[in-house]
């Protein structure tokens, strides 16, 4: 029976990211209360919330499913997605100069088969002026992204450089995920 894949992610970096790979797939997306977790290690956080997304989808014996989550963290602190423009300008402006970690947790669930990971990343930040900062806030670019910033769009212009998995930062490991989803005879077109 040839299995089918599921991303379980109303993420639409993660869709792009599964596309770019080769791989067709259906979306899910679950309701899951994500402000429920309150484990605030980052790497064991974002792959509690891959759970908590996957516990939420149904999926047949011949569907994997692949659900995922990223935080962005500074100095053990978790920065998620910013809801005002100011804690967007805050975030910008504790992260300029310094380094932090972007993690993604990814869960793939097959019929009788379960993977769980994390990934980490290392992202360093050019020093930003106040302009900068308001130039990249008025982009609107990150209301939508933990730490505020999205590595893919103009908040490149932001990053002095990573050290790391790049697609990890945008919200998907694709790399180390294309391997892991073999694993579950599940390959790229």
Do not use: C
Not at 115 to 121: C, G, P, Q
Not at 138 to 146: E, H, L, R, S, V
Request: charged share 25%.
């Amino acid at each position: 029976m040839e299995k089918s894949l599921v991303l379980g992610s109303a993420s639409p970096r993660r869709k792009s990211l599964l596309e770019l790979a080769g791989f067709q797939f259906e979306v899910r997306t679950s309701d899951a209360d994500e402000t429920a977790i309150s484990n605030k290690e980052p790497e064991m956080l974002v792959q509690r919330l891959a759970q908590l997304k996957a516990e939420q989808i149904v999926t047949t014996e011949n569907e994997v499913l692949v659900t995922a989550d990223t935080v962005v963290s500074f100095a053990g602190k978790v920065l998620g997605k910013p809801e005002t423009r100011r804690e967007a300008i805050e975030t910008l402006q504790l992260l300029s100069g310094k380094t932090h970690e972007v993690h993604t947790g990814v869960l793939i669930r097959g019929y009788d088969q379960y993977k769980i990971f994390a990934v980490k990343t290392i992202v360093k930040f050019m020093e930003l002026t106040e302009a900068d900062i308001i130039r990249y806030v008025n982009t609107g670019d990150p209301f939508d992204k933990a730490g505020s910033y999205g590595i893919q769009t103009k908040g490149a212009l932001l990053v002095k450089g990573i050290r790391g998995d790049y697609y990890n930062v945008v919200g998907l490991p694709i790399a180390f995920l294309v391997k892991e989803l073999e694993k579950f005879d599940i390959t790229p077109s």
